[in-house]
C-alpha cells in the first residue's frame, strides 16, 4: 500500500467528500477557463493541504461540514498560489505535464488563479466563521510577500539562511500552518490544541520546502523539475546557503562571483551543486530539516491519542523522507 494512502485511512470517507466537492467546486461557461479548471482536476497531487486539515480536525474532535469546506477552500487557495507562481517564475512543466501558463498563456494564467482566490475566499465566508476567514485573508496577503521577498533576495543576491527561512514561512509553512490551525478550528478543539496544530503546520513547512529545495541537488525524472532549477531563477537554497558561509572554504569568491554575475551556464550549474554538495549543504539542509520535523512531532503530544494523531505522526515521517 502507498504510504500516503495509509496515512489517509482514518480520514478515507471524508477524504473522499472533500474530493468529490473539489471536484465539483468549480465550473464555469466560459469555455477556456473550464478547459484550464480541467486540466487542473487532472494534474492535482496528493492533496497534503486537505489531509492535514482532515486529520488535525478528527485528532482534536470530528470532521464537520465546516471542515470539508475548509478543505477545499484551502486547496483552491494553494492551486491559484501555483498558478501564479509558475507565471512569476515562468515555468513551463508541473509534475511533468504542461503548466496551465504554458498551454494558455499569462494572461488566461493569472486570470484563472483569479478565479481560484476569489472561489477560495467565497468559500471562506460560508464557514460562518470569522477566525477562520480571518486565516484565509491573512494567508492570501502573505502568499503575496512571500513571492515578493523572493524575488527581493533573487534580484538583490541576498545569501544568508534567515532571509531563506522568511521566504519559506511565508510562501510554504503559513499555508500548511493555516491547514493545521483552521483544521483543529473545524474540529472544535481547545484553544491549547488550536495553538499546538497551528505551530505543528508551520514547523511541517519548513520541512516539505527544505526538502523541496534539496531535491533540486539531484536528477531524478520522478521529482518533476530539472536540477538546478532553483538556482537558474536565482533562488539560492540552503544546501548553497550552508557551503557559502563557510569560512574556511577558499574558492568561495569563484561561486559568489557567478552567483553574483548570474551567470548560470550548464557547466556553472553543475559546479555550484557539486560545491554545495562537497561541502556539506545537503547534510546542513538535512539537519535543519529533521530538527523542524522532530519540533513538529513534540507538538502533537499535546493531542488525544488516536488513530488520527499517529497518521499525523506518519504524515510529518513522509514529508521528510518523501522522494518526490
Known amino acids: 500500500m502507498e504510504e500516503i494512502t495509509k496515512i ?38 496528493k492533496h497534503i493541504r486537505p489531509l492535514i486539515v482532515l486529520l488535525t480536525a478528527k485528532a482534536c474532535g ?50 484563472v488563479g483569479d478565479y481560484l482566490l476569489s472561489s477560495a475566499l467565497i468559500r471562506s465566508i460560508q464557514t460562518g466563521d470569522l477566525r477562520i476567514m480571518s486565516i484565509v485573508s491573512n494567508v492570501g496577503r502573505a502568499l503575496a510577500e512571500g513571492e515578493i521577498k523572493q524575488l527581493e533576495v533573487a534580484e538583490d543576491i541576498i545569501l544568508d539562511e534567515n532571509s531563506y527561512l522568511q521566504v519559506i514561512q511565508k510562501k510554504t509553512a503559513i499555508l500548511l500552518s493555516a491547514c493545521a490551525e483552521i483544521g483543529a478550528i473545524s474540529g472544535n478543539a481547545t484553544d491549547e490544541q488550536i495553538n499546538a496544530c497551528k505551530l505543528f503546520g508551520e514547523y511541517l513547512g519548513y520541512c516539505f520546502q527544505i526538502r523541496d529545495d ?25 544546501p548553497l546557503l550552508y557551503a557559502l558561509q563557510k569560512d574556511t572554504i577558499n574558492e568561495v569568491g569563484y561561486y559568489e562571483q557567478i552567483i553574483n554575475s548570474k551567470d548560470y551556464t550548464p557547466t556553472h550549474i553543475d559546479e555550484l551543486i557539486a560545491f554545495a554538495k562537497t561541502n556539506g549543504g545537503i547534510e546542513y539542509a538535512e539537519a535543519r530539516m529533521n530538527f523542524y520535523h522532530d519540533k513538529a512531532i513534540e507538538l502533537l503530544y499535546q493531542l488525544p491519542d488516536s488513530e488520527s494523531r499517529t497518521c499525523l505522526f506518519e504524515l510529518a515521517d513522509y514529508v521528510v523522507n518523501r522522494q518526490k
Open 8 to 45: 489517509k485511512q482514518p480520514v478515507e470517507a471524508e477524504y473522499k467528500r472533500f474530493s468529490d466537492d473539489f471536484r465539483n467546486s468549480l465550473s464555469s461557461s466560459t469555455l477556456r477557463l473550464q478547459s484550464a479548471i480541467e486540466m487542473i482536476m487532472q494534474s492535482t497531487g
Open 62 to 111: 470530528k470532521v464537520t461540514d465546516t471542515t470539508i469546506n475548509s478543505a477545499v477552500l484551502l486547496e483552491l487557495l494553494h492551486t491559484a498560489s501555483l498558478i501564479h507562481d509558475d507565471v512569476i517564475d515562468e515555468t513551463k512543466e508541473r509534475r511533468g505535464v504542461p503548466s496551465i501558463n504554458a498551454f494558455f498563456d499569462n494572461r488566461i494564467s493569472v486570470l
Open 214 to 238: 534539496i531535491f533540486d541537488y539531484y536528477s531524478d525524472a520522478n521529482i518533476g523539475k530539472p536540477t538546478g532549477n532553483d538556482i537558474i531563477e536565482g533562488k539560492v537554497t540552503l
